[in-house]
């Protein structure tokens, strides 16, 4: 049994966003083709109090993107975005939600940031995402959305660290920054991890 996890296709992710992810937009499309091909869709909102500690906001004197060591995690400060309840956190309007089947959301605790759809950045909390998935049968799952970098890679490094034979749809996907999604994408590769594109996905039979 297959799964497609759609990570944060969000408006704020999107140009014009908060954080706009370059191109983010492309991968709408793809993601609303690529659904009709799986038994079962999940989506996933980052869904941040609007204190949340990895906003550049909070901290005095400091600027997005730059680095802090917070409550001893690594951690890159944000402009603020997907504050809970804003329409920048809501699913991207083009973005066809009539087959996703529950949304998961995370980044919920004030005190810790969490990329991956299944823990928090210091694996403390579990989302139950893992759970969800290995009750509805579920063997492999098949990653898409944003950034290719940062949520979608976490959450691809946790479901093969979960067992799942994992696949990210590479076309699917754009990342904040290139240089870190080849990076991502070679660290994926080494834990078994699969890089495929869409059209594998739709040719299959
Ligand atoms: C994300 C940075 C901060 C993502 C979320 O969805 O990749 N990136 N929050
Ligand atoms: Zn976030």
Redesign the pocket.
Known sequence: MKALLL??IQPD?LPGGR?AVPEGDAIIPLANALQPYFPLVVATQ?WHPATHQ?FASQHAGQVPFAQIDLHGLEQVL?PD??VQGSSGAELAPALDSSRVEVIFRK?TDVTI?S?SAFYDNGHRKSTGLADYLRGRGVREVYVAG??AD???YYTAKDALQEGFDTFVIEDATRP?SPEGFARAKEDLRQRGGHLITSAQVLAAP
Do not use: E, K
């Open positions: 990570i944060d992710f954080l980052d990895s944000w975005h997907c980044g940031d990329y944003l950034a940062y949520c979608v904040i």
